[in-house]
């Protein structure tokens, strides 16, 4: 009984502190995903060799993969879970706009994604939601941009290139099942901890969120538009993005920005990024509704400015 209220402590200590000091809560975040060392050593017009170093040399993912071998109850679980998740079918989907195509594939090359092998791909689809996404298919996933986006204010293909670079991050990554692995085993671990220890900390969580809505999950372990989409409404049907909608644990959303800015960064657009979250903008969080953990896209600039602001706080 002792050592359940002083975990309980302890915890609180811990969420107090970070709701009061996010920096405190980015400088963690920073030091535990950014880029290796190996990536950051990549000479410049090697896009494909600085994707190469990021996947090969992350720490975290690394762990992960070695986590999932093993195959018990936890990583049986996240492979249930991820199994579930709707598929895109693009050979049948009628909304993906085949005339950007071209526009998409030829992104993918200059990003050095293709030569990865990864069985990624690049599309645009009608939607009136200015929305991005990584959609999982039957052989790797596709990142999907809509058009409700793409015609927005300020969207030029540097600025496309961010949004593929989250989503490329997220895929690449394999964030699904990531996100479903963390909440298995958090739930294993509250189920060991006993039923005082898992209400008082809904409790104390609930408390803190009411006050500061900073990610619980964490605690646990303007520019002329330049694109011309050329889209045929009455031929393709709006497509269902909220099929997709995915709640991805809260610091893997913080990696995946992270990352990607740093491939933007690295391309020597990393303004760019940070346009293309602010012309994402509120409207994309209402997207996801108030249910929701996940980092606000105002969250999401903050922390990249912090890390732009903070390079000491890198492990690079």
Same mark, same amino acid.
């Given at each position: 009984?002792?050592?359940?209220?002083?975990?309980?402590?302890?915890?609180?200590?811990?969420?107090?502190?970070?709701?009061?000091?996010?920096?405190?809560?980015?400088?963690?975040?920073?030091?535990?995903?950014?880029?290796?060392?190996?990536?950051?050593?990549?000479?410049?017009?090697?896009?494909?060799?600085?994707?190469?170093?990021?996947?090969?040399?992350?720490?975290?993912?690394?762990?992960?993969?070695?986590?999932?071998?093993?195959?018990?109850?936890?990583?049986?679980?996240?492979?249930?879970?991820?199994?579930?998740?709707?598929?895109?079918?693009?050979?049948?989907?009628?909304?993906?706009?085949? *005339?950007?195509?071209?526009?998409?594939?030829?992104?993918?090359?200059?990003?050095?994604?293709?030569?990865?092998?990864?069985?990624?791909?690049?599309?645009?689809?009608?939607?009136?939601?200015?929305?991005?996404? &990584?959609?999982?298919?039957?052989?790797?996933?596709?990142?999907?941009? &809509? &058009?409700?986006?793409?015609?927005?204010? *300020?969207?030029?293909?540097?600025?496309?290139?961010?949004?593929?670079?989250?989503?490329?991050?997220?895929?690449?990554?394999?964030?699904?099942?990531?996100?479903?692995?963390?909440?298995?085993?958090?739930?294993?671990?509250?189920?060991?901890?006993?039923?005082?220890?898992?209400? *008082?900390?809904?409790?104390?969580?609930?408390?803190?969120?009411?006050?500061?809505?900073?990610?619980?999950?964490?605690?646990?372990?303007?520019?002329?538009?330049?694109?011309?989409?050329?889209?045929?409404?009455?031929?393709?049907?709006?497509?269902?993005?909220?099929?997709?909608?995915?709640?991805?644990?809260?610091?893997?959303?913080?990696?995946?920005?992270?990352?990607?800015?740093?491939?933007?960064?690295?391309?020597?657009?990393?303004?760019?990024?940070?346009?293309?979250?602010?012309?994402? *903008?509120?409207?994309?969080?209402?997207?996801?509704?108030?249910?929701?953990?996940?980092?606000?896209?105002?969250?999401?600039?903050?922390?990249?400015?912090?890390?732009?602001?903070?390079?000491?706080?890198?492990?690079?």
């Amino acid at each position: 009984m002792k050592k359940r209220i002083f975990l309980i402590i302890a915890l609180a200590a811990t969420l107090i502190a970070n709701a009061a000091n996010p920096d405190r809560m980015y400088r963690k975040l920073i030091e535990k995903y950014d880029i290796p060392a190996a990536a950051d050593t990549v000479a410049p017009g090697d896009p494909t060799a600085f994707w190469t170093a990021v996947i090969d040399y992350d720490a975290p993912y690394t762990d992960f993969l070695n986590d999932m071998a093993k195959d018990r109850g936890a990583e049986k679980e996240a492979r249930q879970e991820t199994a579930k998740l709707p598929r895109l079918y693009p050979q049948y989907d009628q909304s993906i706009v085949a *005339g950007m195509q071209g526009y998409c594939d030829s992104l993918l090359t200059d990003m050095g994604i293709p030569a990865l092998g990864r069985n990624c791909a690049l599309y645009v689809v009608d939607s009136d939601q200015a929305n991005t996404f &990584t959609a999982l298919t039957d052989n790797g996933f596709a990142i999907c941009i &809509t &058009t409700g986006l793409m015609g927005r204010k *300020g969207v030029t293909r540097d600025v496309v290139m961010g949004y593929v670079a989250d989503g490329f991050v997220h895929g690449v990554m394999q964030m699904h099942a990531q996100s479903f692995y963390a909440r298995a085993k958090k739930d294993r671990k509250e189920k060991l901890m006993g039923g005082l220890l898992v209400a *008082g900390t809904i409790g104390l969580v609930a408390t803190l969120e009411a006050i500061d809505p900073t990610p619980a999950d964490d605690y646990y372990d303007y520019l002329d538009n330049d694109v011309d989409v050329d889209v045929n409404v009455d031929v393709a049907p709006q497509f269902p993005t909220p099929k997709f909608f995915f709640k991805y644990l809260p610091e893997l959303e913080y990696e995946a920005d992270l990352l990607a800015y740093r491939f933007m960064e690295y391309m020597g657009k990393g303004a760019d990024y940070i346009n293309g979250l602010k012309i994402l *903008g509120s409207s994309y969080d209402a997207l996801y509704g108030k249910d929701t953990d996940q980092p606000t896209i105002q969250e999401r600039i903050n922390f990249l400015e912090y890390a732009t602001a903070h390079p000491e706080a890198s492990r690079r």
